[in-house]
């Protein structure tokens, strides 16, 4: 299971946007706000005002990738039952 983080405190430190991936669930990812890119990537959604560390450093850079983050997003919602 992916660690999750407080969305209201991760977004009140201004993290930086590297991107976003997905369609119909739009995931926008962030660099670390005291760690920076010495961390794995931060994965939001925000309209479930939900972010969790994806372990991954270079989501572009590896093929699935972005399909692994998608994945870690419906785990953490099916955990939640949201």
């Known amino acids: 299971m ?7 405190k991760l ?6 946007k590297y991107g ?8 926008d990812l ?3 706000p005291v760690y920076g890119e010495d961390s794995p990537v931060i ?9 969790w ?3 991954l450093y270079d989501p572009w850079g590896d093929d699935g990738d972005e399909e692994i983050i998608i994945e870690q ?4 919602l099916e955990d939640l039952e949201l």
């Not at 976003?20 to 995931?27: H, V």
């Open 73 to 76: 997003m419906y785990e953490l």
């Open 20 to 27: 976003s991936i997905g369609i119909e669930d739009l995931i």
């Open 30 to 32: 962030y660099e670390h």
């Open 43 to 51: 994965a939001v959604q925000h309209e479930r005002q939900l972010a």
């Open 11 to 16: 977004m009140s430190r201004d993290p930086y």
């Open 2 to 8: 992916s660690k999750r983080y407080n969305y209201t």
């Open 53 to 55: 560390n994806t372990g």
